[in-house]
């Protein structure tokens, strides 16, 4: 069955809904009432990050166990990278100092290895975390609220986007309602 | 137990239950409120009653509204300084090292004594957004985002001066495994190739860090100028002379929130708060916090074994890695406090965010970490005498602690007093509440640390085993100029940090605020029901 395509009284098409909560505990509750209604595409918005949002929004473990895998990943390759480059190094242009012992002497590498599996571990983390997370993004629909934008001041918001499959403009919104929303509406694409 | 934590009529305020709370009233023994005694006590990390609102109006504030004279004053002044700087490199590059005071028996000097002293500078930002995040210490929002800018800047300089003391800069290049057709590479067992690698991985990974607490920030800045752009509130921008001269001030032909709304917003990368996005943020944050942690260790310790594995006495020596470290955190914490107390005098509103309880705490680690620097001058002696080495014994004794025979005695003495004697006054609780006690001793603590620097590198150096191989050290005015620039280059970047970017990290600040964990709204009966609940903040201090 075709889902449904919702339009505005102007026409243009429903990106989802957002409902404006006073707090986090209301925010937290209205989380948890979503979540076990079953939808898929919404999200939370919050100034900051609230304490255990990710159980309330059931995505704990799930949202961040690729990126857990990608930043190891990063991390392993900086350190067998980092101790060959400087093994095959030593062994392609092999400088005697002090008379100290070359061969199979690993220890001097210690300190390199470990500095490169710091940066890539660092460069994975922070580009995991955007990459997984869709950004950089030029633009987004929810800011073509103006209310949204306060978002990043005090606000708190649920959005619940149109493409889920259980997305209907009237039931939706009373479920944000019945959560305890104070302040509802439609967002166009 | 009748008292009331000052945390819950902020959570109970802001969850409506009490508007009248008053801030007012509070007991002078507790300072600006937040120098609770009682370690049962949360004391506010925020004051005045402040809500998420206001944090954002004040530290947005800072970017967004002019600067105060003293911005410009101060930037000119330190700009003029670091003018100096850039012809003292250019003039080193064109003639040599020889420029400066190096002669054959002290060749390292206020090259490496600037680099050691500007990266150990650099670890207090660390190790506040890194080891302090993991213990959980939440008193380091007011000060993270300050002290990783400082971090950043500090490296810059530090960078410069081993750049320049290799003596041909263009070959600089040969410090980095680049395939070249000599087909020669570095020598990875030497520190300091290893000292290349940990500093460049240090700037590297605290510059990651510092981006990625300021993306929501800078998000928030992003949406306030859009928001005024929709709500036409904004401006054409203004150019006016930062000097009391008639000159006519230029209109630009575009807004200055146009100008942040597009800078703002390319760098916050499109940043829109969802609650999947800060889950995945904070786990990547607690990540590069776990590896800071030992990065931050790692980077001195290689800093310190750039002299601990060479034979020279007074440099060869186990204790140098953790006593680099702490030295580094000590100097550190000390710039902080020596940048932060008079910012707070200057910024309005900056006194609510940054307590007194932030700078007694800051105050505390300077003490602690003075007392392990402390431990380990006394640790060398101690090793010196109980070595039995002749000529370690003379390093410590004959080249630095004796007047008569020490030419240096004078750095060696100045050290101590400065890093072990003035921290000492941090005992005294009266003293380490006292902002202008704490920034005179930061400011004795950063000159005994240059000096610390200096005692190692020089006096050690100036007279190695061969009496007809000693020679004194005279810095040139090449020296001078080129370290006192040093100094206007960090200042300068400082300013236009606090200048163009938040200089608290907003989103972190708002989540240890009262009222951000849902628990703070939860059980408004029970707050009613107790007998705490009517009880004035002021009974906290008893």
Known sequence: MARPIYQTESGARVFGILAQFENTLTLTNAAKAVRDAGFRKWDTHSPFPVHEMEHAMGIAGRAVRPLAYAIGLAALTGVVGGFLMQWWINYDYFIVVQGKPTDGAWEPFIPVTFEMGILLTAFAAIIGMLAFNGLPRHHHPLFNSERFLSTSDDAFFISVEAKDVKFDPETTRKLLEDAGATHIELVEE | MSVINPDQIDAQRLAGMRPDASRGDIDPALGDGSLVDDPALRPPLVLNGRDFHDVTEIVCGYTEKAPGWWWFHALGFAATVAGPAQNMIHYLIITGVGVWGLNNQVDWAWDITNFVFWIGIGHAGTLISAILCLLKQEWRTAVNRSAEAMTIFAVVCAGIFPGIHVGRVWFAWMLFPIPNYNWIWPNFRSPLLWDVFAVSTYATVSALFWYMGLIPDLA????????????????????????????????????????????????????????????????????LAGISTPLVLSVHSI????????????????????????????????????????????????????????????????????????????????IAWYGANQFEWYAFIGNRANPETAPYWWAYYTMIFCNVVTPQLFWVKKFRQNPIIIWIVALFVTVGMWFERFVIIVTSLHRAFLPGEWHMFYPTWVDILTFVGSIGIFLTLFLLFVRFLPIFPIAELKAVMPGASPHDHEHHDDDHSDDQGDAPAKEGAH
């Open chain 2, 303 to 382: 800093v310190s074994f750039d002299f601990a594995t060479s034979i020279l006495p007074g440099w060869h020596t186990t204790i140098f890695p953790p006593y680099f470290v702490a030295g580094a955190v000590f100097g550190g914490f000390a710039m902080v406090l020596l940048l932060l107390i008079p910012l707070r005098e200057l910024l309005p509103n900056m006194k609510d965010l940054l307590t007194l309880r932030h700078l007694e705490l800051m105050a505390k680690i300077l003490l602690v970490t003075g007392m392990m620097v402390g431990f380990a001058y006394g640790m060398e002696f101690f």
């Open chain 2, 220 to 287: 928030t800045l992003r949406d306030r100028a859009h928001r005024r752009l929709q709500r036409g509130e904004s401006q054409n921008m203004k150019l006016r002379l930062a000097l009391p001269i008639p000159f006519p001030v230029l209109t630009m032909p575009f807004k200055g929130d146009t100008l942040r709304a597009y800078i703002y917003g390319f760098l916050a990368l499109g940043w829109r708060f969802s609650g999947t996005h800060w889950f995945r943020y904070e786990k990547a944050y607690l990540i």
